[in-house]
């Protein structure tokens, strides 16, 4: 759905024009209008059909639950946990990075660093896995 259009739709624009050569306009216009929308139409029904093949996919496809933290240094620290519900798919063949569902995500500031790591321990107890850690300083 990448074209862009103009619908010339003006329900009272046509009532005080005596020239039949605008009023023909004004028609051929309203023509392509339909014809477009008719267009845009199809190509939504056919979006339309192939979420719904995404959507009973991607509800068939197992996932692996992974904990995360990651840690971020804007203005101050924030540590972000959570869990990524990673599909078990082969990511190759995808050209476009992965949405993927997330879920008990939580933000912490830096001075409760040591509450984020509890609080991922108890995920990772939770959904028996892994903790993923990003962006802390290398040992």
């Known amino acids: 759905m990448g074209s862009h259009y103009t619908i010339h739709l003006n329900r009272e624009d046509y ?3 005596f020239d039949l050569s ?27 059909h ?12 197992e996932t692996e639950p992974h904990v995360y933290i990651h840690r971020k240094n804007y203005d101050n620290v924030q540590f972000y946990v ?13 050209s476009q990075n992965l ?17 984020a790591i509890a609080y991922a321990k108890s995920l990772a107890e939770k959904y028996g896995c892994d903790i993923r850690r990003q962006g802390f300083p290398k040992k």
């Open 15 to 17: 009532k005080h024009v």
């Open 22 to 48: 605008s009023l023909e306009k004004k028609l051929e216009w309203t023509k392509r209008d339909i014809d477009l929308l008719k267009e845009q139409i199809a190509v939504s029904e056919e979006y339309m």
């Open 50 to 61: 192939h979420v719904t093949e995404q959507i009973e996919m991607v509800s068939s496809t």
């Open 82 to 94: 959570g869990v990524k519900h990673v599909p078990k798919v082969d990511f190759e063949k995808f």
């Open 99 to 115: 949405y993927i569902r997330t879920s008990d995500t939580e933000l912490f500031e830096g001075r409760q660093r040591h509450t």
